[in-house]
């Protein structure tokens, strides 16, 4: 009865947590926490803003063309460069920059101190979202393929690897995983291989050599003794 309401007090917690704060990424969770994550966004007032900063680069600013505007105020085929500040772009840029900062928070809110460091690292929310798949692809992935992907890891900068590249790279290793099934296979199914295998493992073959040759020794003992005897009782 006491287990069963720390549990319901621990998920009323959890439900009350989530409404003021983004979910928490924790170690095999990351398919969760994204589908998770993506619906605590849709609770706030800018969410169209806040999706699409995690999808897209924000807005730079920089040398862009302008058309010129006649005497009339229309604008003619004529253009010349202006630089862009925050106070002469359009409205729908500015919001789009004012929201940048939110996604930047909720995601730095809902890791955990493993991965703060390289996320935090990042210059904005989009490659923060990419940061932190990159950094959680695989802990979900079947165990068989695991190490395979850590050796991808370990040789490869992911920043600068495509999927299709990566899912090549695993390929490569289709043959290594399906002997290691194969191997976990025919242990399942039979057992009795598997412990005759351990008793061998326990008693090699050189056991009878030693057999034959301590044999061999008595015997030859034996006899030199039968030989000496005769000797002492002989006349």
Same mark, same amino acid.
Request: aromatic share 6%; net charge positive.
């Given at each position: 009865?006491?287990?069963?309401?720390?549990?319901?007090?621990?998920?009323?917690?959890?439900?009350?947590?989530?409404?003021?704060?983004?979910?928490?990424?924790?170690?095999?969770?990351?398919?969760?926490?994204?589908?998770?994550?993506?619906?605590?966004?849709?609770?706030?007032?800018?969410?169209?803003?806040?999706?699409?900063?995690?999808?897209?680069?924000?807005?730079?600013?920089?040398?862009?063309?302008?058309?010129? #505007?006649? +005497? !009339?105020?229309?604008?003619?085929? *004529?253009?010349?460069?202006?630089?862009?500040?925050? $106070?002469?772009?359009?409205?729908?840029?500015?919001?789009?920059?004012?929201?940048?900062?939110?996604?930047?928070?909720?995601?730095?809110?809902?890791?955990?101190?493993?991965?703060?460091?390289?996320?935090?690292?990042?210059?904005?929310?989009?490659?923060?979202?990419?940061?932190?798949?990159?950094?959680?692809?695989?802990?979900?992935?079947?165990?068989?393929?695991?190490?395979?992907?850590?050796?991808?890891?370990?040789?490869?900068?992911?920043?600068?690897?495509?999927?299709?590249?990566?899912?090549?790279?695993?390929?490569?290793?289709?043959?290594?995983?399906?002997? #290691?099934? +194969? !191997?976990?296979?025919?242990?399942? *199914?039979?057992?009795?291989?598997?412990?005759?295998? $351990?008793?061998?493992?326990?008693?090699?073959?050189?056991?009878?050599?030693?057999?034959?040759?301590?044999?061999?020794?008595?015997?030859?003992?034996?006899?030199?003794?039968?030989?000496?005897?005769?000797?002492?009782?002989?006349?």
């Amino acid at each position: 009865m006491q287990t069963q309401t720390s549990n319901l007090l621990h998920n009323a917690i959890m439900e009350a947590g989530s409404k003021d704060r983004p979910p928490m990424l924790a170690p095999g969770n990351y398919i969760q926490w994204k589908s998770r994550i993506k619906r605590y966004i849709d609770t706030k007032p800018n969410r169209e803003l806040i999706h699409y900063c995690l999808e897209n680069p924000p807005y730079e600013l920089g040398w862009k063309d302008k058309f010129i #505007i006649n +005497a !009339e105020g229309n604008p003619t085929t *004529a253009t010349h460069q202006v630089f862009e500040t925050y $106070q002469n772009v359009e409205q729908v840029i500015r919001d789009q920059l004012n929201a940048e900062a939110k996604p930047v928070q909720i995601i730095l809110t809902g890791i955990d101190n493993d991965i703060y460091s390289t996320v935090d690292a990042c210059p904005n929310a989009c490659e923060m979202w990419k940061a932190i798949e990159r950094l959680k692809q695989g802990e979900s992935i079947n165990p068989d393929w695991q190490r395979f992907v850590t050796l991808v890891k370990q040789s490869q900068e992911l920043k600068h690897v495509s999927y299709h590249k990566l899912y090549d790279i695993l390929k490569q290793h289709q043959h290594e995983v399906n002997e #290691i099934r +194969a !191997e976990k296979i025919a242990r399942v *199914a039979n057992p009795l291989a598997l412990v005759a295998q $351990q008793q061998q493992s326990h008693h090699p073959h050189t056991h009878p050599k030693h057999f034959n040759q301590n044999s061999s020794t008595r015997t030859h003992q034996s006899a030199t003794r039968k030989r000496e005897k005769a000797v002492v009782n002989s006349p």
